[in-house]
């Protein structure tokens, strides 16, 4: 299984900052291995995020982003105790899915 | 995107359109300065530091035990503070170790893990990549401490000056020692400053950044693997993992910034 994500969400005014950072190979798919073969493209298709169960923010993502990726959006209206939820799903069909509560 | 109007996305590009302009007006060191300042938001060593918790609290190897016995030099269990003070002597192997020797010696006696499949393993792959996660955690667990390694005992001392002419000795395909880019103050490969590790280099400078994640290769690096691609820089045949010749330079490094702030895990290019 995948490693877990480190999700930060920290509201000041009317909106919470939220910094993800995931743990994923993010292989291109267009490298090759010390063979010669090709290394087959593995990276984060899908990443959706909620807002106490409600979606607030969803992205397709290909093979340029980087290996260990971080990710930080705002999401208006949130609260200190709001629970935001990331899930990413990856080409090979795994998947994540961890909370943080908003400070 | 095809998210609802509430969300306001990404910040990876919005981070690069803001850069890009202001850059012209800026000397090339402070739009180092600026890109580095960038990458300190969410370091991914965080991640290996979150593995490297869980793989010290966990029982695993031949004994399943976990590592939480661990003696890294401040008694078993003890980690806060650990890091500042390695390298140093250790009584029961008789020697003087650095964190990874170290974790090497905890998880052979402790989990039974067999010692070689760390030592003659792969970067980044199996055990070995397990005690450079184990490291990170550790080193956090010190972060904004100063370094202090002991010198009381006789093996510490002849360790430092082991360092210090290993340091200076030339050789090599290209006549290099570690003073040839370290042994003179300001001075850079690319982008990196290069420190000047004859003296103190400074709070998180030098022995005080590593474990440090490398952005450029998106791999976790301790101060084991910085040394040994040092040694490789310099054509020298590279170090066996965790062995006295990088021990010793750990030592002369470590006691040289006596007093910097640790600021490890650090983000690196």
Known sequence: MADPMRIRAQASGDKATVRVLMSHEMESGQRKDASGKLVPAWHIQDVTASLNGKPVFSCEWGPAVSKNPFLQFAIKGAKAGDKVSVTWKDNKGDSRTDEATVS | ?269
Not at chain 2, 62 to 68: C, D, F, R
């Open chain 2, 1 to 269: 995107m095809r998210g609802k109007p509430i969300a306001m996305a990404a910040a990876m590009l919005g981070l690069l359109a803001s850069a890009g302009s202001a850059l012209a007006q800026k000397t090339s060191i402070q739009a180092i300065e600026e890109y580095r300042e960038m990458l300190q938001d969410g370091n991914p060593a965080d991640l290996f530091e979150a593995k490297g918790e869980d793989l010290w609290k966990q029982k695993r190897g031949p004994k399943n035990a976990s590592l939480e016995r661990c003696d890294l030099g401040k008694g078993p269990g003890v980690v806060k503070g650990a890091f500042v003070e390695l390298p140093r002597w250790f009584a029961d192997t008789g020697k003087v170790q650095d964190l990874e020797s170290r974790l090497v010696t905890c998880m052979s006696t402790l989990q039974g893990i067999d010692p070689k499949a760390i030592i003659n393993g792969d970067w980044g792959k199996g055990e070995r990549a397990n005690t450079t996660a184990l490291a990170t955690w550790i080193a956090a667990e010190s972060k904004g401490m100063a370094f202090n390694l002991p010198q009381s005992h006789a093996q510490e001392r002849i360790m430092y000056q082991v360092g210090k002419r290993l340091f200076y000795q030339r050789g090599g395909a290209h006549d290099f020692a570690c003073a040839s880019c370290h042994g003179e103050e300001g001075k850079r490969i690319r982008l990196q400053d290069l420190p000047d590790l004859r003296k103190k280099p400074g709070d998180g400078i030098g022995f005080a950044a590593w474990p440090a994640y490398r952005v450029s290769n998106g791999q976790m690096w301790s101060m084991q693997h910085r040394l040994n691609d040092c040694y490789r820089q310099q054509r020298f045949p590279e170090p066996t993992f965790a062995s006295d010749v990088t021990v010793a330079l750990g030592v002369f490094l470590g006691v040289n910034a006596k007093g910097d702030k640790s600021a490890a895990p650090t983000i690196k290019r």
